[in-house]
């Protein structure tokens, strides 16, 4: 089990973890707000904090946005890290970012529900997107960032097992009228 430490508890933080380590590694994981706890713990450990609390762990700069109740304008500056995109960046820590609240960021599509320029449908047009913006719409981010934290829990937690999701499609059609051409007979 990997124990994640954080300052406070937020519904946002715990859907993000269940949604990376749960769903998408096959991890179980726990969250905490005890840092005594966190240090006492004898196997993988994330810091999703400030400040470092031991030498062992995996420690991850928190961005405020997980910790926040309403929803407001998040500033993204994007840089480069191992060839892809990323924003929320960090100054400490073992990553370069804020994975988990880019994560929720992108999944949760948090940019839709600020003010913005619809669509001739009356949605939100894909061309308002960070992601359209700044050229990575059809990218997996997610998924790269993911490997890369894989990456890092590996060299810190050699024996940890985890289960990257294997790709399959599964091609479906919107039909919106079903039996619009029917013929009768």
Known sequence: ???????????????????????????????????????????????????????????????????????????????????????????????????????????TRYEEYLPHEKDMYGRYHHENSLAYKEGFLKIPLINYWIHDLVNVLQEKYPALNMQLPVFSFHPTYDIDIAYSYKVAF
């Open 1 to 107: 089990m990997v124990l994640i430490y954080s300052h406070t508890g937020s519904a946002r933080l715990l859907y993000i973890c269940s949604f990376i380590f749960k769903e998408h590694l096959g991890l179980p994981f726990q969250l905490t707000i005890d840092s005594e706890k966190f240090r006492a713990h004898a196997g993988p450990k994330i810091n999703y904090s400030d400040l470092a609390i031991t030498a062992g762990e995996l420690h991850i700069q928190n961005h405020s946005l997980l910790f926040e109740q309403n929803i407001k304008y998040q500033p993204v500056d994007r840089f480069t890290v191992n060839n892809y995109p990323a924003f929320f960046k960090t100054a400490n820590g073992d990553f370069p970012f804020d994975i988990l609240a880019a994560s929720f960021y992108l999944i």
